[in-house]
């Protein structure tokens, strides 16, 4: 269950700026590509927190940089009231004992010239503490039955399973060192729709059974609200909104959320003919070149002349303070609304 009472991982202000130059032999910096830019979150302790948006809006880089395999620009990530991100050496390794990664793609993020047991078991070779060498047959095998496979499998190869297999040995490696949280950077996209459910379902199982977090990112709406306690909304390297499920998903106020979620296909023929469908215009801008303000005020039906001027705060809008209910929550909108409640829709 979510404590909220207890953030085990806090984000605070994380910005990854990727330097542009020019010339070979001189090279000569001419901007920076935005990919995140003041993001802040808390991720409780046994929580899954759903990180949503658009290929490109920077999920993937906050990911990475969880678990430090890329180094902000600015900003902390406070595990325990530790900053992870200042670590190197003997100091990040014992952190990357508590904090894993489920990659994305299951065909590049397993060697393919190791056997299954090499790869599940290569965690124990970095931190042998965890498992003596008698014992790290048995427990990869023990892993390999955790994550719904034959532990007969342990000398098989990548090649010799499908998608969703490869999936479950990822996730397997994923607990070997039987961490508190998982990062996981959409680890179903890759798969298809019924390999997708039974890997959430998986992953559900497990959270309960090992007690874990997970700071599940992914572009499926749908797959995130299915798994997700609290949903934070990225649009161009900044939050959006953040809430939970039941807040983003049935009141949201920001409008690139409603944008979003007017997109998800629904099944039902009748409540599909009297739904609003939102058409954004015009292209997502280039993160090298962001708007001035509110990033997203060149594609919002309700821009105005203080949204180019203002940067808005991912924040309870003032006009809904005291609104109480699920609509009070915070997203980085001046004229933050919930759609459905005003009894109108967008253009």
Known sequence: MTDPSEAILQVRDLVKHYPLTQGIIFRKHVGAVQAVDGVSFDLNRGETLGIVGESGCGKSTVAKMLVNLEQPTSGQIL????????????????????????????????????????????PYDIHPEVAPKGSRRAKVQELLDVVGLNPEYINRYPHQFSGGQRQRIGIARGLALRPEIIVADEPVSALDVSVQAQVVNLLERLQDEFGLSYAFIAHDLSVVRHISDRVAVMYLGRLAELGTDTEIYDHPTHPYTQALLSAVPVPDPEAREGRARIILSGDVPSPADPPSGCRFRTRCWKAQARCAAEVPQ???????????????????????????AAGHSAP
């Open 314 to 340: 991912l924040a309870v809008p003032e006009h809904l303070v005291g609104a109480g209910g699920p609509v009070e929550h915070p997203s980085a909108c001046f004229f933050a609304e919930d759609m459905a």
């Open 79 to 122: 595990y325990k009231g530790d900053d992870i991100s200042k670590l190197s050496g003997r100091a990040l390794r014992a952190v990357r004992r508590n904090i894993q990664m489920v990659f994305q793609d299951p065909y590049t993020s397993l060697n393919p010239r190791m056997t299954v047991g090499d790869i599940i078991g290569e």
